[in-house]
């Protein structure tokens, strides 16, 4: 037992606390360089969120100093040095304060001010994010304490990420949207208190020696407050954890309606679009089935089966909502739509004088096809595919050229028999 206990005992490799904590105190101060490292971090961080690149953030996380003053705050707390503690939380509160101007004066004059993927995963945080802040918290201080350092900080701060939320937060500000910003910040603020929290326990656990040698009752109010930081802190994000999966789990079920209900029959859905909250719609367009008021009707009642109680089925027909982000492309699709239906059209019609005057062949189709002429260039031609016992004799198939290139107003047509 005492060979096991020996394999995972934190002292074993432990760096001198007087080094560590002389490198911890030098990392807390944002003047000079440090100020100029973060505020190119945050430009570097706004870039790539704003044209969605994972390489660029991760990046951008990589070269920020935001982890200093964090982690001595963790310090100062559990060695009870109030003076490092107030110093560490006058440098965060600065650094939050530059890399937010920073962040909203960048998305206030970009060009581009969509919302990437990569800024709406910032700002919906949940439980899984409380996880990775003080596990994630948890590897850096105690490689910080480590004689041999190893490579483990590069990975902390990308697991950590400090610097998309605020960024998203900046971005919030500029647009003026405070869902965002509240969303981000929030996120921010659970990224900073876990990793401080993971580094006080460390230091308690290491018994990193007490500066400032405190009676037990004011030792019972700072356990108080941190355990009341905990629950202000993981109560929103369980919640937010849980709608979360709901959201999933309702969507995976839509998802496997559309399939079974639709897909698996043949019939091509070229829109969808799902809402979940505040209520549960499934909007669907069809590049050529039209559906009446009673089979919409039909497929309403199958919900239940499918655990979609109190969904909203809307199917587009001949009609392109004005408020859909998708319009244009939607517009497209309906209007292709119209284009096939237009095109059988046409083609039922030929067939049906082309058996009245040539009633010894059977047609099966009329396409165009292209062809190509030399290396560099191509040339359209139509194609009736036809089906007959013999080949047409050249009085017949000079007569069915003519008259298609009259009908389809086509300067060429191929006879092709199959």
Same mark, same amino acid.
């Given at each position: 037992? &005492?060979?096991?206990?020996?394999?995972?005992?934190?002292?074993?490799? /432990?760096?001198?606390?007087?080094?560590?904590? /002389?490198?911890?105190?030098?990392?807390?101060?944002?003047?000079?360089?440090?100020?100029?490292?973060?505020?190119?971090?945050?430009?570097?961080?706004?870039?790539?969120?704003?044209?969605?690149?994972?390489?660029?953030?991760?990046?951008?996380?990589?070269?920020?100093?935001?982890?200093?003053?964090?982690?001595?705050?963790?310090?100062?707390?559990?060695?009870?040095?109030?003076?490092?503690?107030?110093?560490?939380?006058?440098?965060?509160?600065?650094?939050?304060?530059?890399?937010?101007?920073?962040?909203?004066?960048?998305?206030?004059?970009?060009?581009?001010?969509?919302?990437?993927?990569?800024?709406?995963?910032?700002?919906?945080?949940?439980?899984?994010?409380?996880?990775?802040?003080?596990?994630?918290?948890?590897?850096?201080?105690?490689?910080?304490?480590?004689?041999?350092?190893? &490579?483990?900080?590069?990975?902390?701060?990308?697991?950590?990420?400090?610097?998309? =939320?605020?960024?998203?937060?900046?971005?919030?500000?500029?647009?003026?949207?405070?869902?965002?910003?509240?969303?981000?910040?929030?996120?921010?603020?659970?990224?900073?208190?876990?990793?401080?929290?993971?580094?006080?326990?460390?230091?308690?656990?290491?018994?990193?020696?007490?500066?400032?040698?405190?009676?037990?009752?004011?030792?019972?109010?700072?356990?108080?407050?941190?355990?009341?930081?905990?629950?202000?802190?993981?109560?929103?994000?369980?919640?937010?954890?849980?709608?979360?999966?709901?959201?999933?789990?309702?969507?995976?079920?839509?998802?496997?309606?559309?399939? @079974?209900?639709?897909?698996?029959?043949?019939?091509?859905?070229?829109?969808? @679009?799902?809402?979940?909250?505040?209520?549960?719609?499934?909007?669907?367009? !069809?590049?050529?089935?039209? !559906?009446?008021?009673?089979?919409?009707?039909?497929?309403?009642?199958?919900?239940?089966?499918?655990?979609?109680?109190?969904?909203?089925?809307?199917?587009?027909?001949?009609?392109? =909502?004005?408020?859909?982000?998708?319009?244009?492309?939607?517009?497209?699709?309906?209007?292709?739509?119209?284009?096939?239906?237009?095109?059988?059209?046409?083609?039922?019609?030929?067939?049906?004088?082309?058996?009245?005057?040539?009633?010894?062949?059977?047609?099966?189709?009329?396409? &165009?096809?292209?062809?190509?002429?030399?290396?560099?260039?191509?040339?359209?031609?139509?194609?009736?595919?036809?089906? &007959?016992?013999?080949?047409?004799?050249?009085?017949?198939?000079?007569?069915?050229?003519?008259?298609?290139?009259?009908?389809?107003?086509?300067?060429?047509?191929?006879?092709?028999?199959?």
């Amino acid at each position: 037992m &005492n060979k096991l206990l020996g394999f995972i005992d934190l002292h074993n490799g /432990e760096e001198e606390k007087a080094k560590v904590l /002389e490198n911890v105190v030098s990392n807390i101060s944002f003047r000079g360089a440090n100020l100029w490292i973060l505020a190119c971090a945050i430009v570097v961080a706004s870039v790539g969120l704003n044209v969605n690149s994972t390489a660029v953030i991760i990046g951008a996380m990589l070269i920020s100093p935001l982890m200093g003053p964090i982690v001595g705050a963790g310090f100062a707390l559990g060695t009870y040095d109030f003076v490092i503690l107030k110093k560490s939380a006058k440098n965060l509160l600065i650094a939050t304060v530059v890399s937010l101007m920073v962040s909203t004066i960048y998305f206030f004059i970009s060009p581009f001010k969509d919302a990437q993927s990569e800024l709406l995963a910032r700002t919906s945080p949940n439980i899984y994010d409380v996880l990775i802040a003080f596990f994630g918290g948890l590897v850096g201080v105690i490689a910080t304490t480590r004689a041999e350092k190893g &490579n483990p900080i590069p990975g902390v701060a990308i697991a950590t990420a400090l610097m998309p =939320p605020l960024c998203t937060a900046g971005y919030g500000l500029a647009m003026g949207n405070y869902t965002y910003f509240l969303g981000a910040l929030y996120l921010y603020t659970i990224n900073c208190f876990f990793i401080c929290l993971s580094t006080f326990a460390i230091v308690k656990y290491l018994q990193y020696p007490i500066v400032n040698h405190i009676n037990k009752q004011k030792q019972q109010q700072i356990r108080y407050i941190i355990s009341a930081l905990i629950v202000l802190m993981i109560v929103p994000s369980t919640y937010l954890a849980y709608q979360m999966i709901r959201e999933k789990k309702l969507k995976a079920r839509l998802e496997n309606f559309v399939k @079974k209900e639709f897909m698996d029959k043949g019939q091509m859905v070229v829109h969808k @679009k799902t809402t979940v909250f505040p209520t549960t719609k499934l909007e669907l367009a !069809f590049l050529s089935k039209k !559906f009446s008021d009673s089979e919409i009707a039909v497929l309403i009642s199958k919900f239940p089966a499918y655990n979609l109680p109190n969904t909203e089925l809307v199917i587009l027909q001949d009609s392109i =909502p004005t408020n859909n982000s998708n319009t244009t492309e939607l517009g497209y699709l309906l209007s292709m739509q119209k284009e096939v239906e237009k095109r059988s059209l046409n083609q039922e019609m030929v067939f049906k004088e082309m058996a009245i005057l040539f009633p010894e062949l059977t047609p099966v189709s009329i396409a &165009n096809h292209a062809y190509f002429v030399g290396s560099d260039s191509s040339k359209m031609v139509t194609v009736l595919l036809y089906q &007959n016992k013999n080949e047409l004799d050249s009085t017949s198939a000079s007569k069915l050229n003519a008259w298609l290139k009259q009908k389809l107003q086509k300067e060429h047509v191929d006879l092709i028999r199959k």
